[in-house]
């Protein structure tokens, strides 16, 4: 069974300071994976990383993958009370006949409290 | 514009009665999915439909029934046996079952269920 543990479950920075958050993964057949972010109703998809993308960054955002460890990171910089969310992380499998099936088995997410 | 509409936002029932969530997409996505999200646990898989008229069970499927006649439409019912039905439910879509490159899944802004 595949499986993603998050941590730290919940973190409170003040604006301005750098966080971390981690994501480690079992899965069989590792194709993607995906970090999203959740203020109140819909996730938004932020990065996808695979064995040919192993990097991404965006603005403030960024995330690596250690396929080595099976695990990832996202690292927020310089935060603003706009990056309080619940951050999930999530993995795809590759699927029949090497196909990717969106499948995907997320963690619990880390909840981040960005104080003013 | 493209995206998922979910409805009611809100949904209060009594126990034993059975309940329909709707879910709509405009993206001609092939796939659909049903994710329930409990404090603590992450979102968890329920049903998922790869093609219309073809679905399959997710993780936590008992207690739940889904049908997809429409490409576009998922509609979610939580039965009366399901014992746990409060929840946040949330539906996405996405390209299914996808040879080459990726695409994230496109979530939409749930419905919250209230059994008493």
């Known amino acids: 069974e595949d499986k993603v543990v998050q941590s730290p479950l919940s973190l409170v920075v003040h604006e301005g300071d750098t966080v971390t958050l981690n994501c480690s993964y079992e899965?069989?057949?590792?194709?993607?994976l995906l970090w999203y972010k959740q203020e109140k109703k819909a996730p938004t998809f932020l990065f996808m990383l695979t064995s040919s993308g192993i990097e991404k960054k965006s603005g403030r955002l960024s995330s690596i993958l250690d396929k080595k460890e099976l695990s990832s990171i996202l690292n927020i910089t310089a935060t603003q009370t706009g990056d309080s969310a619940i951050y999930l992380c999530a993995v795809e499998p590759f699927g029949i006949g090497g196909f990717g099936n969106e499948k995907l088995t997320f963690g619990t997410g880390t909840r981040l409290t960005i104080i003013p | 514009d493209g995206g998922i509409t979910q409805s009611p936002k809100y949904l209060f029932r009594k126990e034993g009665q059975n309940v329909t969530l709707s879910c709509e997409q405009n993206l001609n996505h092939d796939a659909m999915y049903w994710y329930r999200q409990d404090p603590g646990q992450g979102l968890r898989l329920i049903y998922y439909?790869?093609?219309?008229?073809?679905?399959q069970k997710g993780d936590i499927a008992e207690g739940y029934s889904v049908s997809r006649e429409k490409k576009e439409s998922f509609p979610l019912t939580v039965t009366s046996a399901q014992k746990n039905p409060t929840a946040f439910y949330l539906c996405a879509s996405g390209q299914g079952l996808i040879a080459f490159g990726h695409s994230p899944l496109h979530f939409g802004n749930g419905t919250r269920l209230t059994v008493t």
């Open positions: 439909s790869q093609i219309v008229n073809d679905f």
């Open positions: 899965v069989t057949n590792f194709r993607s």
